[in-house]
C-alpha cells in the first residue's frame, strides 16, 4: 500500500523557517521523482519543487526560488523541504506526490501518488 505522510507544518511568524519531512512507504521510493505542492486557500493548486531519483536535479516555483531547499534520503525513504523567509503568502496546506517520471513544471496529472497534506500558517 503506497503511502506519503507529511509531518513538520505549523504557525510561524514571517521571516521564520520549518522543515517539512514526507515518509514514504509502499513502492520503491529511490525510483520515482519527488514534488511538493501547495494549495492556499479559495486558490488552486501550486507547485512548489521538484527533485529527480538521485537527488541530483532540482527545480522550484519562481515564489520560493532562493527560500525553499528541496533534498531527498532514499536510505530513509523520506524528501523534504526547508523552507526559510517564510511570509504569508505561503500560507497553504503543503502535499508531497511521487511521480514515475520527471517532471520540471508539473501538473496532477504527472503524480501517482498523494500525501494527505500539512498545513503551513504564516502569521504574526
Known amino acids: 500500500q503506497v503511502q506519503l505522510v507529511e509531518s513538520g507544518g505549523g504557525l510561524v511568524q514571517p521571516g521564520g523557517s520549518l522543515r517539512l519531512s514526507c515518509a514514504a512507504s509502499g513502492f520503491t521510493f529511490s525510483s520515482y521523482c519527488m514534488y511538493w505542492v501547495r494549495q492556499a486557500p479559495g486558490k488552486g493548486l501550486e507547485w512548489v519543487s521538484a527533485?529527480?531519483?538521485?537527488?541530483?536535479?532540482?527545480y522550484y516555483a519562481d515564489s520560493v526560488k532562493g527560500r525553499f531547499t528541496i533534498s531527498r534520503d532514499n536510505a530513509k525513504n523520506t524528501v523534504y523541504l526547508q523552507m526559510n523567509g517564510l511570509n504569508p503568502d505561503d500560507t497553504a496546506a503543503y502535499y508531497c506526490?511521487?511521480?514515475?517520471?520527471?517532471?520540471?513544471?508539473?501538473?496532477?496529472?504527472?503524480?501517482?501518488?498523494w500525501g494527505q497534506g500539512t498545513q503551513v500558517t504564516v502569521s504574526s
Open positions: 527533485i529527480n531519483t538521485g537527488g541530483g536535479l532540482k
Open positions: 506526490a511521487a511521480g514515475a517520471g520527471w517532471a520540471s513544471q508539473p501538473t496532477s496529472a504527472d503524480f501517482d501518488s
